[in-house]
């Protein structure tokens, strides 16, 4: 079965790094755009970046941009996402997002949570 774990998830005061990480097994992780979202208390999901397949071009949510940083190793089969300057409003479950025109897969999540 097609499986996306995130990893990486915890508990940093304001102004620190964190740096997330997602897994791909079972399926050809290269031929995947992959996303990663993000849910906060209360709030609907939204979407934090986005990677092309072969890691040449990347998209930001306005609230990140410049302080969050989205990459890839397909041979690793994992896609990264490093957090720097993290803010409060931050604070979410975190979400791993693989798709391809005939498929898409959500990972499991991982807490971020940002508080002194």
């Known amino acids: 079965q097609v499986q996306l774990v995130e990893s990486g998830g915890g508990l940093v005061q304001p102004g620190g790094s964190l740096g997330l990480s997602c897994a791909a097994s079972?399926?050809?992780?290269?031929?995947?755009?992959m996303h990663w979202y993000r849910q906060a208390p209360g709030k609907e999901r939204e979407l934090v970046a986005t990677i092309s397949r072969t890691g040449g071009s990347t998209n930001y949510a306005d609230s990140v941009k410049g302080r969050f940083t989205i990459s890839r190793d397909n041979a690793k089969n994992t896609v990264y996402l490093q957090m720097n300057s993290l803010k409060p409003e931050d604070t979410a479950v975190y979400y791993c997002?693989?798709?391809?025109?005939?498929?898409?897969?959500w990972g499991q999540g991982t807490q971020v949570t940002v508080s002194s």
């Open positions: 997002k693989a798709v391809a025109s005939w498929a898409t897969y």
């Open positions: 079972r399926f050809t992780f290269s031929t995947y755009i």
